[in-house]
T-cell receptor
Framework: AQSVTQPDIHITVSEGASLELRCNYS??????LFWYVQSPGQGLQLLLK??????LVQGIKGFEAEFKRSQSSFNLRKPSVHWSDAAEYFC????????????FGGGTRLMVKP | ETGVTQSPTHLIKTRGQQVTLRCSSQ?????VSWYQQALGQGPQFIFQ???????GRGNFPPRFSGLQFPNYSSELNVNALELDDSALYLC?????????????FGPGTRLLVL
């Protein structure tokens, strides 16, 4: 069974600073990886996904993530954080033999200081 | 293109009651998945419907059941509500491709069980 760990429950960064949110997954085969963002009281919005190919993927809102098979990681990055990026971020893994079932991490809450 | 919609947005029930939550999938999507997100946690997969049949189920008891209709909309029914059923219930739609596809989430229904 697959699993996802997001080691940082809360992160606070200053506006304009760079950001990296960590995600580690456990899955025996090639994973399908996603990052979603959730604003308070809202549903989940897809930021980016990795299915295959180039291990550095670009997403919306200036986010990018890098798949590192050797480290079982899929960390999310942004070079300059904006106050509107404050939200909860979820990493998820999908398995090819499980239809569209996603397994989510526990989330990282991002706070942005002015 | 219409996104995923869910109704109601909020509701309050008492322990032992039954509840029905509704979801309309994104235009052209014929697969619907339901997730439960308890406060402060990541979403957990409940089940998925494809062509009106259950197509995968997470670790949830049988009192969680669902339906999918010919227009691909879906219902989640929960019988004998328990206090721990209080959560945000998220619906997601996708296209089936034989492997994981991007899931698009609705805004959720927040259920409070007293």
């Amino acid at each position: 069974a697959q699993s996802v760990t997001q080691p940082d429950i809360h992160i606070t960064v200053s506006e304009g600073a760079s950001l990296e949110l960590r995600c580690n997954y456990s899955y025996g085969a090639t994973p399908y990886l996603f990052w979603y963002v959730q604003s308070p009281g809202q549903g989940l919005q897809l930021l980016l996904k990795y299915f295959s190919g180039d291990t550095l993927v670009q997403g919306i809102k200036g986010f990018e993530a890098e798949f590192k098979r050797s480290q079982s990681s899929f960390n999310l990055r942004k070079p300059s954080v904006h106050w509107s990026d404050a939200a909860e971020y979820f990493c998820a893994v999908g398995a090819n033999n499980a239809g569209n079932m996603l397994t989510f991490g526990g989330g990282t809450r991002l706070m942005v200081k002015p | 293109e219409t996104g995923v919609t869910q109704s109601p947005t909020h509701l309050i029930k008492t322990r032992g009651q039954q509840v029905t939550l509704r979801c309309s999938s994104q235009s052209g999507h014929n697969t619907v998945s339901w997730y439960q997100q308890a406060l402060g946690q990541g979403p957990q997969f409940i089940f998925q419907y494809y062509r009106e049949e259950e197509n995968g189920r997470g670790n949830f008891p049988p009192r969680f059941s669902g339906l999918q209709f010919p227009n691909y909309s879906s219902e989640l029914n929960v019988n004998a509500l328990e206090l721990d059923d209080s959560a945000l219930y998220l619906c997601a739609s996708s296209l089936p491709s034989g492997g994981p596809e991007t899931q698009y989430f609705g805004p959720g229904t927040r259920l409070l069980v007293l």
